[in-house]
């Protein structure tokens, strides 16, 4: 890690915010989820912040089945990523734009076709935050067949990753020819697809030319074993949810020891765990606003997501006062259930306390603090080799990113750790991550 | 049919321009095909003129096979139509924004999705061009099991369009509820898709609030029999191709005998055939513009162009100066076959005078002549009872679109015809078209 080596930030942007409970919040715009003028707000706010991304996740479903929770804890309506992140590419300039989108209900060809639109309409920036749907309902939405387990899901999502990258890669740079010649294309450097798998066949090529970052760029968030492979194989940005820095240096040591066998160096993956930033002009003021927030959360709205995260059906016949009971394995995502498990275990939590502190911001990292302990402790990890930057989840938008950029980025600045001006004008030149070997 | 009756008018925007030499042509844009810029100089054209909508067609696939032919006939490079819409929505305020979507490698419920997107980034502007994928190449870039029959694509057609609605009509109008209370939303207002049908099986809800125009307007370009009774019963706007009035009356005719069958009045579908308009000051002038794109197009693009279009693989065995050869029948789109075929019988055409007369706007009606003239055609066909608008294809862009809305449209309005001032701020309000009872 050289001497000059800076933080990579993103802007994880989400409706009202990342809290639980921001849509009841007086600062908060309760109706953001599909107000655009909002997002593209919150999109310049993170670009004059010099953030390298903005990050939006994405489920093909309501997010709770029980309508009487749903309509207490509802973080927002929502708009499609793709589209989103498309009307916010021509408000922004130099900002990358990182939608998720599942591999378990789209195929490679469209899914690949519409990141390359993306890309082209902001010039190099769009990022492709790859998932598989772990949800009922999202299965609901597609198949009869209910959901499928995780190790096939992640098969799928191994067979799709490598036909979408094929696909990318069938169109060299300069494949399209300048316009006043005889012909339209340099058929040299056009490669169709051939790809027959277990799930996909794909014979063809994209009506688009190279993406101006050489590939878009692929982004995971895998915790689970297959899933660390898979990122470690495809993946240059890889986001993390780590509560302390043992848990963040132990991920990314992981993650980056399985890049040799991929032919890859270190550098080639930034780890960027979560980080839920309540900045406050004092540390008691600080607190003082994670504590209004966490007042708005009900206890059956803390104690059922809590439930739901662990898939279990309901935690409400256990006292609240009590530890969490032992789980059953489901096919879920087994590592965020541990991950919580873990949590209350090691800080001896009741069912309440664990619920209330996870609710907050869903088993991410929260700091509130001074911009100076906020840096610090983002400084502390970013050394300690725990992390290769952060992925920003304010509580409440507009005003928890506002805040962010206006005093924690300064400070970071001050200490030689974060950028005064973009490197390039695409995601991969401001990430700094290099164009992978065509396939 | 009353005095004030207006005509209604969309933008098909395609890259370069509708002819198929535009891309060589000097006034055109050779490589717009993926310049963000551009289609938003169009949108805005566009709306300038108060057209009721742009309109963008799509594949998933490159358009030839044969990389010669391509490399000499490729329209264009191509965005994704869903995101070039979603960042047209922004740089716009009261335009429909119409994209062509395929039922065929498709899911119900990720489309109805992403035009809910769009139609609440754009506040109810958005509509679907619902198609079947026709092509082989489209086929091979998602099935091993090749391009489907006629009939069953346009089964999966009928239930994928019953589905996307029952979808959009899941939330009411006021199911999200403003902030300040303590509910989110209005359970009474949310009524949850049970579809179990052949192909599709959706269970759920939309995270997003009720379309801003009730529902986005549902487009159709149905041609076979099958088609046009699909447009009957769901279409909120048909496009069509004719070449002669009387082609255009008797279609007219046919698809509103088939309304009252749904329970539907003969107004609550919009008809708009092609125009492809080649404006001149004088008629030479114009007449001069037509040939000049005219001469750009090799025999060898036009043959080819038309062999694919009636899905032979190649007529250059047979007498360019000779008429077409007897036809199979093929699973392909039979209507626009037939469509050909007529012409060339009807006007006693050479396949190289076909070829030609077809390659230079895709088998639709082409006028060039003086403003006047222009408006005397639309006139006559909006006066006979052979559409209620028109889709204008410009035969290059910008200039084409620019004389259009500079000289027609004005032509348009001192005739009483085509509005001053929109109607409204949706899509639907601008049609004039209300909205369906809910599913």
Redesign the interface.
Known sequence: MSGDRKMRLGAFLMAGGHHIAA?RHPLAH??A??D?DHF?ALARIAERGKFDMIFVED?????ERN??M?????RS????P???L??L???TSHIGLVATASTT???P??LA??F???D??SGGRAGWNLVTSASE?EA?????SGLRPHSERYERAEEFADAALAIWDGVEDGA?L???G????D?AK?HPVHH?GKHF?????????CSPQGRPIMVQAGASDVGKELAARTADVVFAASQTIDEAKAYYSDVKARLAKYGRQIDDIKIMPGISPIVGATEAEAKAKYRALQELIPDAVGVALLASYLSIQDLSSYPLDGPLPDMPETNLIQSRQQLIIDLGRRENLSIRELARHFAGARGHWQVAGTPAQIADAMEERFSAGAADGFNVMAPIFPSGLEDFVTLVVPELRRRGLFREAYEGRTLRQNLGVGVPAKR
């Open positions: 849509w309760a109706q989820g599909v655009i593209v489920a093909a479903a309501i997010r309508s009487d749903a309509s207490q804890a509802a309506t929502a708009f499609e793709l589209s989103l498309a009307a590419a021509v408000n209900y789209n195929e060809y469209g076709r519409s390359a639109s993306l082209q309409l309902l609901e939405n597609f198949a009869s399209y300048p316009p006043g005889a012909d339209f294309t058929r056009l027959r066949a794909v014979e063809g090529l994209l009506e688009s030319p």
